[in-house]
């Protein structure tokens, strides 16, 4: 069954430091999401994107995110400078087209020390 | 109902019985609805979606039903078994965005033997 991949798994980073988190979505779908979940807290969505370049994003996807589809099947999230706040899973996802079902990735656990 | 930080609501069942879980939603302008499960460490998994036009929808094992009168969403689980124990989200996707998925507090499921 195709499914959303995500690296690193886990990634422990200094405050200040970029990071960037890596994900290939499901070959056929043309939206792609990027999604935080803080521990014990809620799912809260990020960004979507579409077509190359964002369709919404959220007040939390400040100018130190960024995201980027830089070959046919990578999808990136970048966080220039990290703070401590910023430890989450992130989770990536898509699906084929809005209104349809989204397809998350296992998450890649970011802790900023 | 809502949970604050690692506080979440849970349910307890026996293994075998029928568990029903409950959501309310908070956007009247949503017009699809979806049920994830969330084993810990690891991604939002989909289990079932309904669409606004139906208030009913089974799959295997598994029925969701909504009320648009009163906002609710209830996730039924039938033959309860021990791989069902996760926390369960329902989420809400408000009609004409871009897949920004609204995420509830989540509810745990622990099934005993």
């Known amino acids: 069954e195709p499914e959303v991949t995500q690296t690193p798994s886990h990634q422990v980073t200094q405050m200040g430091q970029e990071v960037i988190l890596r994900c290939v979505p499901i070959?056929?779908?043309?939206?792609f999401y990027w999604y935080r979940q803080i521990l014990g807290q809620k799912v809260e969505f990020l960004v979507s994107?579409?077509?190359?370049?964002?369709?919404?994003k959220s007040e939390i996807f400040d100018d130190q995110f960024s995201v980027e589809r830089p070959d046919g099947s990578n999808f990136t999230l970048k966080i220039r400078s990290t703070k401590l706040e910023d430890s989450a899973m992130y989770f990536c996802?898509?699906?084929?087209?809005?209104?349809?079902?989204?397809?998350f990735g296992e998450g890649s656990w970011l802790t900023v020390v | 109902g809502e949970s604050v930080g690692l506080h979440l609501p849970t349910l307890s069942v026996q293994e075998g019985d029928n568990s029903i879980i409950n959501c309310a939603y908070s956007?009247?302008?949503?017009?699809?609805f979806i049920w994830y499960k969330q084993e810990s460490g690891k991604g939002p998994q989909f289990i079932i979606d309904?669409?606004?036009?139906?208030d009913k929808r089974q799959g295997q094992r598994v029925t969701v039903l909504l009320n648009k009168t009163v906002k609710h969403l209830s996730l039924q689980i039938a033959a309860t078994q021990p791989g069902d124990s996760a926390v369960y989200f329902c989420?809400?996707?408000?009609?004409?965005?871009?897949?920004?998925?609204?995420f509830g507090a989540g509810t745990r499921l622990a099934v005993h033997p």
């Open positions: 994107f579409y077509n190359n370049e964002i369709s919404e």
């Open positions: 309904i669409r606004s036009n139906m």
């Open positions: 070959s056929n779908h043309l939206y």
């Open positions: 956007n009247s302008a949503s017009d699809y």
């Open positions: 996802a898509s699906s084929v087209t809005t209104g349809n079902t989204i397809y």
């Open positions: 989420a809400e996707n408000p009609s004409g965005g871009y897949n920004k998925l609204i």
